[in-house]
């Protein structure tokens, strides 16, 4: 190249660079994602319907006692103003409450991506398919806890 018009003659970078998102559906119109918060994991099925929310074989307010592990699972279904328009069934295991509160919620983003592409922006904008990497820190020996010494006396 001698001079920068000669640029004009490349060839455009290829538009097809940019990850397509595709509907991901099986034969009986659901789509499934697996999600997890510290040592919970969800799987959850979402398929278009009346807004049941079935957890483990039970009604999710059954379930999800306190109204905050409620509203978190719900989460992503408000931000996506789909209420009421999608039957969710998640079988979860492992953790507490509120870990599994999280999966089911992570899960639950990942489906409806799966099922409805065009939700992805609006739920990775609120931060619904970043899997919450955070997990109990394991105990060292030597010490009480995971950072927590003992004690210490001098005489």
């Known amino acids: 190249m001698a001079d920068l018009s000669s640029l004009k003659d490349l060839a455009p970078a290829s538009e097809a660079s940019a990850p397509v998102h595709v509907r991901k559906v099986d034969t ?3 789509s ?3 999600g997890k918060r510290k040592n919970a994991v969800a799987r959850v099925w979402v398929k278009a319907g009346s807004g049941k929310i079935i957890i483990n074989g ?3 307010t059954a379930y999800f006692a306190r109204p905050v592990l409620q509203m ?3 989460q992503p279904i ?3 103003a789909r209420t009421g328009q999608f039957d969710i069934v ?3 295991a492992g953790g507490g409450l509120s ?3 999280g999966a089911v919620r992570h899960g639950l983003s990942k489906a409806l991506t799966y099922f409805e592409p065009g939700l992805r922006s609006v739920l990775k904008k609120g931060g619904f398919l970043t899997r919450d990497s955070r997990v109990v ?3 060292k020996y030597g010490k009480a806890k995971a950072r927590r010494s003992f004690q210490f006396s001098k005489r």
Do not use: N, P, S
Request: proline share 0%.
């Open 28 to 30: 009986l119109g659901r």
């Open 32 to 34: 499934y994602a697996t």
């Open 58 to 60: 039970r009604d999710f």
């Open 72 to 74: 978190i699972l719900q």
């Open 78 to 80: 408000v931000a996506a």
């Open 90 to 92: 998640a079988t979860v």
């Open 99 to 101: 870990g599994q509160a």
């Open 137 to 139: 820190e394991r105990k």
